[in-house]
C-alpha cells in the first residue's frame, strides 16, 4: 500500500499526538502514583504513632495496676486485722459483761452497764459485719484489676499483631514505589 504524501504527514502527525497523548497519561499516572505513595505513608507513620501512643498506655496503665493491687492488698489485710481485734474486743466485752454481773455490791450499776455494753456488742457486730463486707469487695476488686492486667496484656499481643499486619499489607506497596522510582 502506498501512501501519498498528505497521508503520510497525517500518519506522523497521528502518531506525535498518540505519543503526545501517552506522554501526558503516563505524567498523570506518575502523579497519582506519588499522591498515593505520600497519602499511604502519611497513614503509615500515623499508624505507627497510634500504636507506639497505645503501646505506651498500655505499659504506664500496666505498671500503676501493679501498684494498685499492691495497695490494695495492703489494705485488705489491714481491714482483716481490725475484723479480728475487733471480735477480740467484743469477746473481751462479754467476759467483762459475766465477770461484772457476779459482783453483789454493784449489780444495780452493772445492770446500767449491761445494756450499754449490749448496745455496744451491737454495734460492735454491725462494725465487723461491715468490715466483712468491705473485705469481701476488696477481694472481688482485687480480683477485677488482675483480670483487667491480664486483659491488657493480651490486648498488647493483638497490638502488636496489628503492626505486624500493617508491615505485611504495605509489602506491595514497597515494592511498587522502587518499581516506580527506578524509572
Given amino acids: 500500500m502506498d501512501l501519498t504524501v498528505v497521508q503520510h504527514e497525517e500518519l506522523r502527525q497521528a502518531v506525535e499526538d ?8 503516563s505524567s498523570l499516572n ?22 507506639i501512643i497505645f503501646l505506651f498506655l498500655l505499659l504506664v496503665l500496666t505498671s ?13 489485710k489491714q481491714f482483716t486485722s481490725m475484723a479480728s481485734d475487733m471480735g477480740a474486743m467484743r469477746g473481751v466485752i ?7 454481773a457476779a459482783l453483789p455490791v454493784i449489780v444495780q450499776e452493772i445492770e446500767t452497764m449491761k445494756g450499754s455494753v449490749s448496745s455496744l456488742n451491737h454495734n460492735i457486730n454491725n462494725i465487723a459485719a461491715r468490715m466483712k463486707v468491705i473485705d469481701d469487695s476488696l477481694t472481688g476488686i482485687t480480683y477485677n484489676v488482675g483480670n483487667m492486667t491480664t486483659t ?6 493483638h497490638v502488636n499483631g496489628i503492626g505486624q499486619d500493617v508491615q505485611r499489607m504495605s509489602r506491595p ?9 527506578t524509572r
Avoid at 34 to 51: D, E, K, W
Avoid at 152 to 157: A, P, T
Fill in 30 to 51: 506518575l502523579r497519582v502514583a506519588r499522591r498515593v505513595t505520600a497519602i499511604l505513608r502519611v497513614g503509615m507513620v500515623s499508624m505507627g504513632v497510634v500504636a
Fill in 173 to 181: 506497596m514497597k515494592l511498587f514505589n522502587s518499581m516506580t522510582l
Fill in 64 to 76: 500503676k495496676i501493679t501498684y494498685m493491687i499492691d495497695v490494695i492488698d495492703t489494705m485488705n
Fill in 18 to 25: 498518540f505519543k503526545a497523548a501517552m506522554a501526558v497519561r
Fill in 94 to 100: 462479754v467476759q467483762m459483761d459475766q465477770h461484772v
Fill in 152 to 157: 491488657f496484656r493480651v490486648m498488647d499481643g
